[in-house]
């Protein structure tokens, strides 16, 4: 691979650096419905995770083969977190996807567990219609998330303005 004389294409170096005499602010993140909205997203994602360990782990023993997706699930909602304290905007239409895969999930799965609440069945470390009634609570948590990324989405986390650093002396570049 030649690379020698070529300029360097790949963003891996991280953000772009501002010009000397340069502060980049974002002037939405410092609204207070953004800050709420971030917090909001956070806090569901975290229950979200929550709820999901609480079937997986009261409900560990009936589990069939669901126990690693669950798992990963959980783990995803808590990186989504992690991105989402760190204001990136990308990570809010993929928890709105996955929130609605998982909403599906739980309504087909929360009369199962019912079901299972009848002499017969193996019992789980939960009683079954609590794990019901999880699941079900899950629906609710996650059509929030939705509504709360996708507004999330829209506020522009990520808009960006250059403005000239008073002690640096630098100037903005003219748009003229």
């Known amino acids: 691979m030649v690379s020698a004389g ?3 294409t790949s963003s891996s170096s991280g953000p772009p650096k501002a ?7 974002h002037p939405n993140r410092s609204k207070p419905i953004v800050q709420s909205t971030r917090a909001t997203v956070i806090l569901l994602l975290i229950a979200s995770a929550a709820l999901v360990m609480i079937v ?3 409900g560990w023993s009936v589990l069939q083969g669901d126990i690693p997706i669950l798992i990963a699930y959980a783990a995803v909602y808590l990186v989504m977190a992690y991105y989402a304290g760190r204001w990136s905007r990308g990570v809010l239409p993929i928890a709105a996807v996955l929130a609605l895969l998982l909403a599906i999930f739980a309504l087909v799965a929360a009369p199962g567990w019912f079901q299972r609440d ?10 079954a219609s609590l ?3 999880i699941t079900l609570l899950i629906v609710p948590v996650q059509l929030l998330l939705i509504a709360f990324t996708m507004r999330g989405f829209q506020q522009g986390w990520n808009v960006e303005l250059e ?3 008073p002690h640096g002396g630098g100037t903005l570049p003219s748009s003229a």
């Open 118 to 127: 009848k002499p017969g069945y193996a019992e789980p470390a939960l009683n």
């Open 6 to 8: 070529m300029p360097s």
């Open 56 to 58: 997986t782990i009261g």
């Open 19 to 25: 010009k000397p005499g340069v502060i980049i602010t």
């Open 131 to 133: 794990l019901g009634l």
């Open 163 to 165: 403005q000239t650093d």
